[in-house]
């Protein structure tokens, strides 16, 4: 039995160590899983291939501790995946439970692991999928959790009292750009520009595959200025460092929370300063196009969640709305001056509609999505009967200036002189 159509057995001697007890115990069930790993690890990046690497040997290690006499993958059954399922719930995350994130990922990862497989032709493949399409928990489509203006404040005041350079330069370039915790720690030597007259920061190649240039503010064209004056030029190769070689995403994170701690304002993760930015660029007019461009955004869907918290053009409809709702039941005790024109209008005039067996009385600054919603619907019929009606119903729609119902009772009576 072979592991795939191009994929000969793998050797004790080339399984690696983190496999060794898996393949000692059952040695097709870990050749076929290593050598799915190095299938995906020509098409993947390695982090992904890391990972799945890590889901498999946890899956493959429960299979020997539940059913010893498990030899292959061809011998996985869907009891198996129940059990599994049970198990891996209730095991502890890094902090406390295991996240549903963690679970949902590892459920899919399997999944797609057999489907492919499958796919593939592979001799050691059950013969169907043993994890359901529900097995996999959906995500939760979650608003991203950002700063607001306030502990934005404060977080960026904290950060200008900083004193090492090198925390502060990075930091900083996370909050003006939004970049990715890890792209920062990427950025090569000469990855700022100059094009025409503004500097631009190349961000190399990442998450979703692309690389993009982000403009860069002025005030961190200063920051990294005094960032080469303090530490020379381009140390580690790279166009920022670390404090003993090369910038990681671990020393970014402990640097943020440090600045959290003094400003006040609790625990912020990396990517909240990306939501951050994002959510303040829609909120003061920033397109949803321009934002997509800043932060690398494959799709247009991943960027419109930031106008999902708080849309400012919504928000000022909803306040002119609700002023002109709010007019409506005013107490009368205003000044005249303070009644304009439109206002006097609506209180003196009622727009009235003349409906088939009565009026509506619905003032006109407020919207209705049932009107006409008998005449406009699929199931509605009408005669030359009810014609003395219709042509009523259309000349005072006409004379009220109501050109839509006027078009509309025109089709309808069209409609009654078609008839036979």
């Not at 007259?197 to 064209?221: E, F, I």
Request: aromatic fraction near 8%.
């Amino acid at each position: 039995m072979r592991p795939g159509p191009a994929v000969g057995a793998v050797s004790p001697a080339e399984v690696p160590t983190p496999w060794t007890t898996i393949h000692t115990a059952a040695p097709q069930l870990a050749q076929t899983m290593v050598a799915y790993v190095a299938q995906i690890g020509v098409s993947m990046r390695p982090s992904t291939a890391r990972a799945v690497d890590t889901d498999l040997r946890i899956f493959a290690g429960f299979l020997l501790d539940h059913d010893p006499a498990l030899a292959a993958v061809a011998d996985v059954e869907r009891s198996h995946i129940e059990a599994f399922k049970l198990w891996q719930w209730a095991q502890p995350g890094i902090s406390g439970r295991l996240k549903p994130a963690t679970f949902r990922r590892r459920l899919g990862q399997l999944r797609t692991f057999f489907l492919r497989i499958i796919e593939w032709g592979w001799d050691d493949a059950p013969a169907r999928v043993p994890i359901f399409f529900g097995d996999v928990p959906k995500r939760d489509e979650a608003l991203p959790r950002f700063l607001d203006d306030a502990r934005f404040a404060k977080f960026m005041r904290a950060l200008a009292d900083e004193p090492v350079v090198r925390r502060r330069v990075a930091v900083e370039v996370l909050a003006r750009t939004g970049m990715r915790v890890g792209e920062p720690c990427g950025l090569e030597a000469d990855a700022v520009t100059l094009i025409g007259d503004a500097y631009w920061l190349r961000v190399p190649v990442g998450k979703l595959h692309n690389d993009r240039y982000v403009p860069l503010h002025p005030h961190l064209v200063e920051l990294l200025e005094l960032y080469r004056a303090t530490y020379g030029a381009h140390a580690h190769g790279g166009l920022l460092s670390g404090e003993q070689g090369p910038l990681n995403r671990y020393a970014v994170q402990r640097w943020i929370t440090a600045v959290a701690r003094r400003a006040g304002i609790g625990h912020v993760h990396p990517h909240q300063l990306r939501h951050t930015l994002a959510t303040h660029a829609v909120n003061r007019g920033m397109s949803i196009e321009a934002i997509a461009a800043l932060l690398g955004h494959r799709s247009l869907d991943m960027t419109l969640r930031y106008a999902r918290i708080s849309n400012r053009v919504v928000a000022d409809e909803y306040d002119a709305v609700s002023a002109k709702v709010e007019g409506l039941y005013r107490d009368a005790g205003l000044p005249p001056e303070a009644e304009g024109p439109n206002m006097r209008q609506l209180r003196e005039q009622v727009h009235h509609r003349l409906l088939g067996n009565g009026w509506c009385r619905r003032p006109a600054v407020l919207d209705c999505h049932f009107e006409s919603i008998c005449e406009s619907c699929t199931h509605f019929a009408t005669d030359a009967t009810f014609t003395p009606v219709l042509l009523r119903q259309r000349d005072h729609a006409a004379a009220n200036r109501q050109d839509t119902r006027a078009a509309m009772f025109d089709q309808l009576l069209a409609s009654v002189e078609r008839s036979p």
